[in-house]
């Protein structure tokens, strides 16, 4: 009978490891990032610039466009931001995403060189 407790006891104590491991590796999903390509518009170096400052919102850790494909790459913690929360901000900044357009006012503060429309 003895014994059998032992049994029990031990086979408590394995359950109780492995649901502490599921916990961790739920916790590594958390800071787990995303990567997502997204078209936006804008013409020049300036442009490259402005969009990746305005795309780099708490959450981001990689923002890259790309002039000549008008592809930003993003990589980001989806548990902190969302890819409309990033749009919207590139939106406010003059230029237009695949969701978000920039408003007039937005887009005719933007420099010269860099109107795209
Ligand atoms: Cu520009």
Not at 58 to 85: C, E, F, H, M, R
Not at 86 to 109: C, E, R, V, W
Request: with cysteine; proline share 2%.
């Amino acid at each position: 009978m003895k014994t059998f407790k032992y049994f029990l006891s031990a086979l408590f104590l394995m359950t109780l490891s492995a649901s502490s491991f599921a916990q961790m590796t739920d916790h590594s999903k958390m800071a787990m990032t995303k990567t997502e390509v997204i078209k936006v518009s804008g013409k020049c170096e300036s442009c490259k610039a402005r969009i990746e400052k305005a795309a780099k919102v708490d959450g981001v850790t990689k923002a890259d466009w790309n002039v000549k494909t008008k592809l930003l790459t993003l990589v980001y913690n989806p548990s902190k931001v969302k890819s409309d929360d990033i749009q919207k901000s590139i939106a406010l900044a003059g230029h237009d995403t695949q969701k978000y357009k920039a408003t007039d006012k937005a887009y005719n503060s933007l420099p010269g060189c860099c109107k795209y429309r």
